[in-house]
């Protein structure tokens, strides 16, 4: 019985290791993350670009698919209503799975719901999605203050990411949004999120800081603001290898910053997964799909605003691989289509992945040419791609990322 369980093993870590096998790192010498910011600034330049939303709505306005059920869908819903109002905080405080919940869901509603209209303004050139985009967006310069409790961090770094998408689009586009609304909408990223989410959070889950990460480039690129985004990119080169797991760095992952040094302790953190005979287990594998899918969307959104401002992390470092074994191995976990074997988190991984696979996978199959076949099985399913559940920072992405060409 035990050597029927240890050949099943063999067999499920064999069939595994054909999922990422073209996906490591050994075969291409790649060059560090760059940390530098741009010598000239890209607007709107956090995520999607002028010229991708250009090609967006020329592809809607010939009714071509997925893009136009992925705006029709958008749409369609309740956060984009022309009725819906702001509700902005003082003081957000948000504690574990927001408990307490005193301006939580507001903030991330109103935010996503500024980027939304703003998407849409782009898209259909209807002034009434330009201003209600910016109606959230100045409720809340004019209101917030800050943020606190124990999950004030994440959620100020969640909220930031969506505001930052909107300011992009809304200012280079919206010649009404006035100056001094877009100077108070700059106080409040300096003064309500910058400063709780500007240093990173070492010690927490890799999804928490990436997407802490995510928010401070956003808010670099939008302020114009060269220190924080090469203290950001300093962060992100660190977080990255130390998220996403690759064979080449060795029998165990990366250390990252937090004193997180020893075998022990990074097999603690790891969520106590004790063996690494596979690239693109992640630090949040064992803990769920969901987690996991979270810190790397966040990866693909900043890979994707570094792409645009003239960096190209997806080439020319091992970003792309990593996330390209992280997705391949979830998906292909997340879908059934390959057994979670027993040496990966006891052979249970709960929860499901997000709909983020879009920015990825078209950067890197779309793109760049890689076989991605159990990305692209989960993507299809998922089209169109909206938000899950309640808005947190990922949203609508086949709308913003299907099918669409770096060189626009």
């Known amino acids: 019985?035990?050597?029927?369980?240890?050949?099943?093993?063999?067999?499920?870590?064999?069939?595994?290791?054909?999922?990422?096998?073209?996906?490591?790192?050994?075969?291409?010498?790649?060059?560090?993350?760059?940390?530098?910011?741009?010598?000239?600034?890209?607007?709107?330049?956090?995520?999607?670009?002028?010229?991708?939303?250009?090609?967006?709505?020329?592809?809607?306005?010939?009714?071509?698919?997925?893009?136009?059920?992925?705006?029709?869908?958008?749409?369609?819903?309740?956060?984009?209503?022309?009725?819906?109002?702001?509700?902005?905080?003082?003081?957000?405080?948000?504690?574990?799975?927001?408990?307490?919940?005193?301006?939580?869901?507001?903030?991330?509603?109103?935010?996503?719901?500024?980027?939304?209209?703003?998407?849409?303004?782009?898209?259909?050139?209807?002034?009434?999605?330009?201003?209600?985009?910016?109606?959230?967006?100045?409720?809340?310069?004019?209101t917030v203050q800050g943020h606190n409790n124990s999950n004030a961090p994440l959620q100020a770094a969640w909220s930031a990411a969506n505001w930052v998408r909107a300011g992009e689009i809304m200012r280079s586009s919206y010649e009404?949004?006035?100056?001094?609304?877009?100077?108070?909408?700059?106080?409040?990223?300096?003064?309500?999120?910058?400063?709780?989410?500007?240093?990173?959070?070492?010690?927490?889950?890799?999804?928490w800081e990436l997407v802490m990460i995510e928010s401070t480039i956003g808010a670099a690129v939008f302020l114009e603001d060269a220190a924080l985004y090469e203290k950001s990119l300093e962060l992100f080169s660190g977080r990255v290898p130390a998220y996403i797991y690759l064979t080449s760095d060795g029998k165990y992952p990366v250390q990252g910053r937090g004193g997180i040094n020893t075998t022990a302790e990074i097999i603690k953190f790891w969520h106590n997964q004790k063996t690494f005979p596979i690239s693109g287990i992640t630090q949040e594998t064992c803990r769920d799909f969901a987690h996991t899918s979270f810190g790397i969307s966040s990866i693909s959104h900043i890979a994707e605003t570094l792409r645009i401002q003239g960096m190209d992390v997806w080439r020319s470092t091992d970003v792309g691989a990593r996330v390209k074994a992280a997705l391949e191995l979830h998906t292909a976990l997340d879908s059934k289509e390959k057994p979670i074997p027993k040496w990966l988190c006891n052979g249970t991984i709960p929860d499901t992945m997000n709909p983020m696979l879009e920015p990825a996978y078209n950067a890197l199959a779309f793109n760049l040419g890689h076989r991605m076949p159990f990305t692209k099985n989960v993507l299809l399913s998922q089209r169109p791609a909206g938000i899950s559940g309640h808005p947190l920072f990922i949203g609508f992405e086949t709308l913003t990322n299907a099918k669409t060409p770096f060189k626009l």
């Open 1 to 142: 019985m035990k050597l029927q369980f240890l050949m099943l093993g063999l067999e499920a870590s064999s069939a595994l290791k054909s999922v990422y096998a073209a996906s490591d790192s050994k075969a291409t010498p790649y060059s560090p993350i760059p940390t530098n910011a741009p010598k000239t600034w890209v607007h709107p330049g956090v995520f999607v670009s002028g010229p991708q939303l250009d090609h967006i709505a020329k592809r809607i306005e010939a009714r071509e698919n997925p893009w136009t059920e992925a705006l029709d869908s958008m749409l369609n819903m309740s956060y984009i209503s022309p009725t819906r109002t702001a509700e902005p905080y003082e003081t957000v405080q948000c504690g574990p799975t927001s408990t307490p919940n005193i301006g939580c869901y507001q903030e991330r509603e109103d935010s996503m719901a500024a980027y939304m209209n703003a998407l849409a303004w782009w898209i259909t050139k209807d002034k009434h999605y330009a201003e209600k985009s910016i109606h959230y967006m100045d409720a809340w310069s004019s």
């Open 176 to 207: 009404n949004w006035s100056k001094k609304s877009i100077k108070t909408f700059s106080d409040m990223l300096r003064h309500a999120y910058i400063p709780i989410i500007e240093d990173g959070a070492p010690q927490k889950n890799g999804n």
